[in-house]
Structure formats: structure tokens, C-alpha cells
């Protein structure tokens, strides 16, 4: 296991320090629940080691400063900064390791720290303490995926194809495929700034997964689906599972998750509060 922590990619944070000797402690970090027996216990692809994600946030106000207009209006006439400087602890010590052909549902209250735990593991935001070990390179796909706007869906599908390491031949023989599996149709070939939210989620969709990843994390990208369209990215996503990927999905339709997931983490002011099978996880969920 030390050996294989080795090799999978680091993003680390101010501690623990020492690569060697931490490698042997990450290698068997606790469980906070009872994983379900039919998860894969194959290789890890991701290990999240005592996780804490800190925001900054500058110009806060003052706790004396909550709700007071008056204040607000004089310091905006004054042009006065705020100087404070708030930190949010979004994520506070979480743990967990994930496996080959693992697709891991995310459910928590608003704020709980679902995306902030999946733009950590993508390797967006720095870890403020523990750290993050991914096998391959992982990829989000949220809501508010890098497509150009202003550039017609045609153009994004070759430039999105292109970001994501396809060569021009690649992209010749995905490109139809993407169009098909989007079903926006003749709207390809108008500006992205035109289409729906959903049409504009379905082909993010579309493009994010017709390349095979290693580690793919989707945040409420299929929120604005209809059905037909989820229930083809629910086949994608098994898809994906068989080629020995592991996905995590961040939706708040529990429906989507119970159907695609072999595993669910409930997370809960940015600790787990429980990890293992979909159905007792969610059950446990609406109760509490
Ligand atoms: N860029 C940011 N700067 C400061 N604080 C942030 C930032 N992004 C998120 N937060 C805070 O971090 C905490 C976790 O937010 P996060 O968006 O990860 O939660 P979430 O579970 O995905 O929420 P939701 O279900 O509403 O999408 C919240 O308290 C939020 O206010």
C-alpha cells in the first residue's frame, strides 16, 4: 500500500510534512461508517486523508456589523473597505478511500461541503491541512463546466475535446457520437448562449464523457435533464464504472443517486456523518 500511495498524484496540505512516514499512516485510514460488502475492493483510486479545506474570505463584515443597514450604507458613502478577514471552514477532517469501478453519491444539506470536497479531489482548491491522492488525472464536470458561451456548441465540442487531451483524430470520431448523445440536434451549430440550461448540461455532459477518465466528478451536471436524458448518463456513468473508473456525483435528486451509485457519503457541516450502502445512507438522510 505504501508502495501504491507512492505513485498515486499528492495534493497536500500544510501537514502532516513527512512524505515516507506518513504514507504508512494513510494507509489505513478509518472508516467512519461500515462500508456495504459489494463495494469493489480493488485498487484505490482516490484517498482523502484527514481533509480540512479553509475559504478566505476578505472584506467580510464584523459580528457587529450583521444586518445593520445604517453601517452598510455609511461605509459604501465613505468608501470604506472592510478590512476583516473571515475564514469559512468548509471542510473539517474528512477521510475516505475509493476504489476501481466505485460511483460515489454526495448528499448533505446546502453547504454541507459536497462541491468544495469535489473541487479539493479535482485538485482546485489546496488542502489547508491532510491531503488528497488521486491515481490518474481526475475531472469535474459541474454546472458551470469551462464551455464558451459566446462559442457555437460545434466549436466547444472540438475545443472541450481538445482540453481533454484528444487528438484531431480522436475528436473526428467522438464528434458525431457527442452531437448524438447531447441531442441538442441542429442547435450545435448556434451559440451556446442560446440554449437552454438543460441543453447546455446535457452537452457538457456529452463531451465530459466521451473520454474514458480515470477519476470523474460531477456536480449537479445532470440536475437540468430531463429524464431520457438521465437515464442515458445513469448507463454512461456505469459505463465508466466498468472501465474500471470511479465516479463521484454530487446531486440533489437522491433518486439519481440511489440508481447510480454503489456507495453514498452523507456529509454534514463538512465532516461524514455516515458512508456506506445507498440505500441505508439515504434512508438514515431523510430521517435526520
Ligand atoms: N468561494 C467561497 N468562498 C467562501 N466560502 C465558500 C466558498 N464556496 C463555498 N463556501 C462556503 O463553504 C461551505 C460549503 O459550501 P459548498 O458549496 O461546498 O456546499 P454544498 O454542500 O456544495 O452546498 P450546495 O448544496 O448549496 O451546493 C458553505 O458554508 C459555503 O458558504
Same mark, same amino acid.
Given at each position: 500500500m505504501a508502495e501504491l500511495t507512492k505513485e498515486l498524484s499528492q495534493v497536500k496540505g500544510d501537514t502532516p510534512a513527512v512524505p515516507g512516514k506518513d504514507a504508512k499512516a494513510r494507509s489505513t485510514p478509518e472508516p467512519q461508517d461500515k462500508r456495504p460488502l459489494d463495494v469493489p475492493t480493488g485498487t484505490p483510486t482516490v484517498i482523502v486523508d484527514d481533509l480540512h479545506i479553509v475559504y478566505r474570505v476578505y /472584506?467580510?463584515? $464584523?459580528?457587529?456589523?450583521?444586518?445593520?443597514?445604517?453601517?452598510?450604507?455609511?461605509?459604501?458613502?465613505? =468608501?470604506?473597505?472592510? #478590512?476583516?478577514?473571515?475564514?469559512?471552514?468548509a471542510?473539517?477532517?474528512?477521510? @475516505?478511500?475509493?476504489?476501481?469501478?466505485?460511483?460515489?453519491? %454526495?448528499?448533505? =444539506?446546502?453547504?454541507?461541503?459536497?462541491?468544495?470536497?469535489?473541487?479539493?479531489?479535482?485538485?482546485?482548491?489546496?488542502?489547508?491541512?491532510?491531503?488528497?491522492?488521486t491515481d490518474g488525472q481526475p475531472s469535474l464536470l459541474g454546472v458551470n463546466a469551462a464551455l464558451m458561451r459566446e462559442l457555437t456548441g460545434e466549436r466547444n465540442i472540438v475545443l472541450g475535446c481538445y482540453?481533454?487531451?484528444?487528438? #484531431? $483524430?480522436?475528436?473526428?470520431?467522438?464528434?458525431?457520437? %457527442?452531437?448524438? @448523445?447531447? /441531442? %441538442?440536434?441542429? @442547435?450545435?451549430?448556434? #451559440?451556446?448562449?442560446?440554449?437552454?440550461?438543460?441543453? /447546455?448540461?446535457? +452537452? =457538457?455532459?456529452?463531451?465530459? $464523457?466521451?473520454?474514458?477518465?480515470?477519476?470523474? +466528478? %460531477?456536480?449537479?451536471?445532470?440536475?437540468? /435533464?430531463?429524464?431520457? @436524458? =438521465?437515464?442515458? $448518463?445513469?448507463?454512461r456513468i456505469r459505463q465508466i464504472r466498468e472501465s474500471a473508473g470511479t465516479v463521484f456525483l454530487v446531486a440533489h435528486d437522491l433518486r439519481v443517486i440511489e440508481q447510480t451509485c454503489n456507495r453514498v457519503i452523507w456529509l454534514h457541516k463538512g465532516k461524514i456523518k455516515m458512508d456506506g450502502d445507498p440505500k441505508e445512507v439515504i434512508a438514515a438522510y431523510n430521517k435526520g
Open positions: /472584506g467580510a463584515a $464584523s459580528e457587529s456589523e450583521k444586518g445593520n443597514a445604517v453601517n452598510a450604507l455609511t461605509r459604501i458613502l465613505k =468608501r470604506q473597505g472592510r #478590512p476583516q478577514m473571515k475564514e469559512v471552514h471542510v473539517k477532517g474528512v477521510t @475516505f478511500v475509493a476504489y476501481h469501478g466505485d460511483a460515489i453519491g %454526495i448528499v448533505g =444539506r446546502n453547504g454541507s461541503g459536497k462541491s468544495t470536497l469535489l473541487r479539493a479531489i479535482a485538485g482546485l482548491l489546496p488542502p489547508h491541512a491532510g491531503a488528497v491522492y482540453a481533454m487531451g484528444m487528438t #484531431p $483524430s480522436e475528436v473526428r470520431d467522438k464528434y458525431q457520437e %457527442i452531437v448524438d @448523445f447531447s /441531442g %441538442i440536434g441542429e @442547435f450545435v451549430q448556434l #451559440p451556446m448562449s442560446t440554449y437552454s440550461s438543460g441543453m /447546455g448540461a446535457r +452537452l =457538457r455532459f456529452a463531451i465530459s $464523457s466521451a473520454k474514458t477518465h480515470d477519476v470523474l +466528478l %460531477i456536480d449537479e451536471a445532470l440536475a437540468t /435533464g430531463d429524464r431520457e @436524458f =438521465r437515464k442515458k $448518463s445513469e448507463e
